[in-house]
């Protein structure tokens, strides 16, 4: 039986797997996407001039308590080098602000502290504070508002929703459930409790995956979306394709 090899991204490699050509249907590949040629500088550029919202520097300027929700290393997100340019940032604009990075584990397990440098990148760890998002803990978790009767009350981190800026870094690419990563969702399932989170993934079972996955328009994600953005939870978001 011939077989075709074919490679896959793996976090930051390539891996290649052999695939029977009676099984293989086609490799799809996405639009070339062009990578930026200055990080640091078109991240500072997006931060002057963000889309929907004021520029960074007005937005962090004298906060006190500031969360910095990150993706876990499940996602593809080059998040060790975009805290450098926040930081250099906030300590510039919020001096004396407290800042806490969570990472959005959703119901995965925590990150050793190795793979926490990994994804923040050295020396963040012993110099900020960074918390596994513990999903299972009640005492981590904090009943929001929610003006929708028909579905579970909605429980997300604590230290997202006592913090006076709370920042989302993080990727977007097509998801299963939501559509897309990316927005609301670092929130919920990011930071949500286990039955929150739950319920969510649970709500896309009435659809077929073509229905949902990549769709903008995707009822799971307009839910929280709007429960989200209805209990100001986020005050500015990163996100990268």
């Known amino acids: 039986m011939a077989a075709k090899r074919v490679k896959i991204a793996y976090y930051h490699e390539d891996r290649e797997?052999?695939?029977?050509?009676?099984?293989?249907?086609?490799?799809?590949?996405?639009?070339e996407i062009h990578r930026a040629e200055n990080l640091a500088a078109c991240l500072n550029e997006n931060l002057d001039h963000p889309v929907g919202t004021r520029p960074f520097n007005e937005v962090c300027a004298g906060k006190k308590?500031?969360?910095?929700?990150?993706?876990d290393l499940t996602r593809p997100m080059e998040t060790d080098r975009v805290i450098p340019v926040l930081l250099e940032r906030l300590e510039q604009y919020a001096p004396q602000a407290e800042i806490t990075f969570l990472i959005a584990l959703g119901t995965h397990?925590?990150?050793t502290d190795e793979e926490i440098d990994t994804l923040c990148g050295p020396g963040i760890r012993q110099k900020y504070r960074v918390v596994n998002h513990a999903f299972h803990d009640p005492d981590a978790l904090v009943k929001i508002p929610c003006d929708r009767e028909d579905i579970p009350d909605v429980y997300v981190n604590r230290l997202l929703v006592e913090s006076d800026l709370?920042?989302?870094v993080g990727a977007v690419k097509p998801h299963p459930i939501f559509g897309w990563s990316g927005g609301a969702k670092i929130v919920i399932p990011g930071v949500a409790g286990y039955?929150?989170?739950g319920y969510s993934h649970w709500l896309?079972?009435?659809?077929?995956?073509?229905e949902i996955m990549g769709q903008v328009e995707n009822p799971v994600r307009q839910l929280y979306e709007s429960i989200v953005s209805g209990a100001n939870l986020i005050d500015f978001i990163i996100n990268a394709v």
Do not use: W
């Not at 308590?65 to 993706?71: D, M, R, Y």
């Open 17 to 31: 797997v052999e695939i029977p050509e009676e099984n293989l249907i086609g490799v799809l590949h996405p639009k």
């Open 65 to 71: 308590k500031v969360c910095i929700v990150i993706c």
């Open 109 to 111: 397990r925590p990150l």
């Open 166 to 168: 709370r920042i989302a």
């Open 195 to 197: 039955d929150t989170t």
């Open 204 to 210: 896309s079972c009435p659809y077929k995956g073509v």
